[in-house]
């Protein structure tokens, strides 16, 4: 019996030693897209070792921030230099495959 009130103890020694930094959580996205507009600043091809294919890094700017994206395959050619673009995509493990992108006229 000793030992059944003990593991309400052990539980709660765990949660009060994170000092209510405790966080539990998860992301999900499956088969979903995201969306990402700013101004292309660099396009950069990126290759990688056989078999898998080579990679698009691009780099956004916006609103005083900017980020760098890699997408599946060569694409370079679907993003201009500062011109601003809303890109459409779907998150993959090495790389992110495009579904759309729009250039701002």
Known sequence: MLRFRLIPAVL???FLSGCG???VGFVSNPGGTSTVVGIV????PQPTGS???SLTAVTF??????GTMNFCGDQQSRF???RSVRVTFSV??????LVAVTIAS
């Open 92 to 97: 993959g493990p090495n790389c992110s495959t």
């Open 51 to 53: 078999p898998e294919p």
């Open 41 to 44: 600043t660099t396009v950069e």
């Open 61 to 66: 700017f916006d609103a005083g921030t900017s």
């Open 12 to 14: 709660l020694g765990c």
């Open 21 to 23: 930094a405790y966080f």
């Open 80 to 82: 201009p230099l500062d």
